[in-house]
């Protein structure tokens, strides 16, 4: 296959992947920017987490929340768990690999917050410790995930809202995910100061 034509296959991939999203949870979007806005307008925080391409992702999404996305508007309380190096080095040297995002959370974690958890496989042990973190101190998860969803699923609590991108290569999933994540923004954005004219 030629150059042309491997960057065409990269293209389609994406447009199918986001449209099969959309027509599978696109109400899950709407609902998970519902919960998260509400626990804006009530004193709550979100926290993020997830790693490599889902750091990355994590931290987008804090920063867009924390500084702005395409309006302005005050900061909104999040924090990516992926960023401080010094602390995930030493949770990971002192402990364990699978508690660095756990146990910021176990500290900075109040009922009522949010954790956006994001992996694309759904098996991602650091994640899941953190899910179970966030459930311990009375936290509602959001979770974008991949593929089937792998364990993260059976983790989830009835409350928490699963946005899965059905697609097998990690690099599809991720695209998605960020549209997601710019969904959200635009949600959350447009519940808290109404729709722009």
Do not use: W
Request: aromatic share 4%; glycine share 8%.
């Amino acid at each position: 296959m030629d150059q042309i034509s491997q960057i065409e296959q990269h293209f389609s991939e994406s447009i199918e992947a986001k449209q099969r999203t959309m027509e599978m949870i696109a109400p899950n979007i709407a609902h998970a920017a519902g919960v998260i806005t509400q626990a804006l307008l009530s004193g709550h925080k979100i926290l993020c987490c997830g790693n490599g391409g889902s750091a990355a992702d994590a931290q987008h999404f804090a920063s867009e929340m924390l500084n702005r996305f395409e309006r302005e508007r005050p900061g909104l309380p999040a924090l990516s768990l992926s960023t401080d190096s010094s602390t995930l080095t030493s949770i990971g040297n002192d402990y364990d690999y699978n508690e660095i995002f756990a146990k910021p959370l176990r500290a900075l974690g109040q009922a009522g917050d949010i954790l956006l958890a994001i992996s694309t496989s759904g098996h991602s042990a650091n994640v899941l410790a953190a899910i179970e973190a966030a459930h311990n101190r009375e936290m509602i998860v959001i979770a974008l995930t991949g593929h089937d969803g792998g364990t993260l699923p059976a983790l989830l609590a009835e409350e928490d809202v699963e946005l899965r991108v059905v697609a097998q290569r990690t690099a599809r999933i991720q695209e998605v995910h960020i549209l997601i994540i710019h969904c959200l923004c635009d949600l959350i954005d447009r519940q808290l100061l109404g729709n722009e004219e």
